[in-house]
């Protein structure tokens, strides 16, 4: 099995692992079939990554394709596309036991703290598959991304008449203002860099872009 390993900062290199062994109760095996590229890869390859540790396979925004799944309670079966969810809980914990899986006391994420999906195949907990039977895989990639915007809109607990200000207009920035305008609220957005206040004008059609 072919992966692409963060080897230090700034050294990437391609290595042959061992196949990944089967599935155990509640996992799934999994063929990675796109990455993205996320700021924290980034970070990680400039050695700026904070509590990141070298060699570590990145790739935490995944889409994939179950290749072989026990019996289980989420009607996941093998051949389905999925999200992956790259928080790993443990399930165990007090906040975890609270529904606060955000806060377990053993949280890691894939490709940060353990190996992540640059690899062709990986193991992953059930629970943190997402099946759509539409998305295509570049799709099912940028979900993880997406659902920080959406997780934002929700939080900030918008009045049908506030107007939403957006701080860089990046790839997350956008995706705040797509799930803004879904909620009916009118956005401005605020960036240095001018290609993407042009498309925020341009293609969005945003009137207030600073």
């Known amino acids: 099995m072919n992966a692409v390993i963060l080897e230090k900062?700034?050294?990437?290199?391609?290595?042959?692992?061992?196949?990944?062994?089967?599935?155990?109760?509640?996992?799934?095996?999994?063929?990675?079939?796109?990455?993205g590229i996320c700021g924290t890869d980034l970070h990680a390859f400039r050695g700026q990554q904070p509590f990141f540790t070298y060699p570590r396979i990145l790739g935490h925004e995944?889409?994939?394709?179950?290749?072989?799944?026990?019996?289980?309670?989420?009607?996941?079966?093998a051949g389905d596309r999925c999200a992956v969810e790259p928080g790993l809980y443990c399930r165990c914990c007090i906040a975890c036991k609270r529904g606060k899986t955000n806060c377990c006391a053993n949280l890691k994420v894939l490709g940060v703290h353990v190996d992540g999906g640059m690899r062709e195949q990986l193991i992953v907990p059930a629970a943190n598959l997402h099946k759509s039977e539409t998305l295509s895989f570049d799709q099912l990639a940028l979900t993880e991304m997406l659902g920080i915007g959406m997780h934002a809109v929700e939080r900030a607990s918008f009045s049908p008449d506030d107007t939403l200000l957006v701080l860089g207009a990046g790839p997350i920035g956008l995706s705040v203002i797509e799930f803004a305008r879904l909620r009916g609220l009118a956005a401005a957005v605020m960036d240095i860099n001018e290609k993407r206040l042009a498309y925020c004008r341009d293609t969005l059609k945003i009137a207030h872009c600073l």
């Open 9 to 35: 900062p700034g050294l990437f290199r391609v290595a042959g692992l061992d196949p990944v062994g089967p599935p155990g109760p509640n996992e799934a095996l999994a063929r990675v079939r796109r990455v």
């Open 62 to 77: 995944l889409g994939v394709e179950i290749l072989e799944i026990a019996a289980n309670d989420f009607g996941l079966k």
